[in-house]
């Protein structure tokens, strides 16, 4: 997408818990917007949770994600909008692993990238 070239991922925090689902047998990822209000409601309230920019994590947070997670190359992740709840208010990416069960939160926030200044 041309318009989210522009557009960085700065990753505030990253945390990697044991997950409490006991039930459930792959890890998750749930990405969360700094600095729009106290979470999680206002995410619910804005609608953020049903319009994540997707393509913008894969690109900046999944690298991170993989490195940390130490997963290899070849396990899959994917997005699912019921990743956390089977309402669909917890979106998410599920991470193939089969390992079960952690659950990574992320902070992040967004920048606009700057124009190279010439010369350098
Ligand atoms: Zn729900």
Request: charged share 30%; with cysteine; net charge positive.
């Amino acid at each position: 997408m041309k318009e989210n070239d522009e557009i960085l991922v700065i990753i505030k925090s990253l945390e990697v818990r044991r997950s409490n689902d006991k039930k459930a047998h792959n890890s998750r990822v749930y990405v969360f917007h700094e600095g729009v209000g106290p979470k999680p409601l206002f995410g619910i309230a804005n609608g953020e949770r049903w319009s994540h920019p997707t393509a913008l994590y894969r690109k900046f947070v999944l690298p991170k994600v993989r490195k940390e997670m130490n997963l290899d190359s070849g396990v899959s992740i994917r997005w699912s909008q019921k990743a956390g709840c089977s309402c669909g208010c917890s979106p998410g990416f599920v991470i193939d692993d089969n390992r079960g069960c952690r659950d990574v939160f992320v902070s992040v926030e967004f920048a606009l990238k700057q124009p190279e200044l010439p010369g350098i």
